[in-house]
């Protein structure tokens, strides 16, 4: 959940930007992806190539570069992970963990987690 978040405009475009490190935590659904769906190895929104099986995540607008601790909320399980793409563009989802990431906390078959997570 948001709080503290400003409006900036840039070239025209309005957005949104967290004002406080508390912004880049909280709860929320998270799937993963780069397994059968054609993402693994090609280029993402930060320029690098995607690897399916690392440590990475997928978030609209932290910036990349940006470590977070995912915790899953049903086990305890936890990883780090980078944010380097933008997404997930399905309502009520936060993070898209890339598919070695949600391994790490759960059984990729689930497809989608309760998570919490914050600034690592």
Known sequence: MLKAISSIIVFGLVGLTPVTAKAASGCS???????????????TASGERYNAYGKSVAHKWLPFGTKLKVTNASNGKSVIV???????????????????????????????????????
């Open 29 to 43: 659904l998270a799937s993963h992806y780069g397994i059968g769906d054609g993402y693994h190895g090609r280029t």
């Open 82 to 120: 980078r944010v380097n793409d933008r997404g997930p563009y399905v309502h009520g989802r936060t993070l898209d963990l890339s598919y070695g990431a949600f391994s790490s906390i759960a059984h990729p078959g689930q497809g989608v987690v309760s998570v919490c997570y914050s600034r690592a």
